[in-house]
Nanobody
Framework: QVQLVESGGGLVQAGGSLRLSCGAS????????MGWYRQAPGPQRDLVAL???????NYADSVKGRFTISRDNAKNTVYLQMNSLKPEDTDNYYC??????????????WGQGTRVTVSS
């Protein structure tokens, strides 16, 4: 079983920075990718940033050039450095890990979420 625990959210003024951390425990050996999502209106979650097992990254257009995703494999931790924050970045941010099960099917694991609030 995989557990993800986020930290680092909080209140910041527009133009400021925050760094989110996601610590993973459990069987991460075959992890395909880890990422950060934020809650869209409705039940879905929108991708913010993703990093694959090979180190490739992908970002939402709205955060390109401002956010950076990185990982520390030794610590099983993924980070999201958020700079030049805007009020529209205010949201709940969720850590995600994609890990195949014993049959090769991708399983999504989620953290509990951390709140980011950007004041204008």
């Amino acid at each position: 079983q995989v557990q993800l625990v986020e930290s680092g959210g909080g209140l910041v003024q527009a133009g400021g920075s925050l760094r989110l951390s996601c610590g993973a425990s459990g069987s991460m050996f075959s992890m395909r990718a880890m990422g950060w999502y934020r809650q869209a209106p409705g039940p879905q979650r929108d991708l913010v940033a993703l990093i694959t097992s090979g180190g490739g990254t992908n970002y939402a257009d709205s955060v390109k050039g401002r956010f950076t995703i990185s990982r520390d494999n030794a610590k099983n931790t993924v980070y999201l450095q958020m700079n030049s924050l805007k009020p529209e970045d205010t949201d709940n941010y969720y850590c995600n890990a994609i890990i195949p099960d014993r049959y090769g099917r991708d399983v999504n694991y989620w953290g509990q979420g951390t709140r980011v609030t950007v004041s204008s």
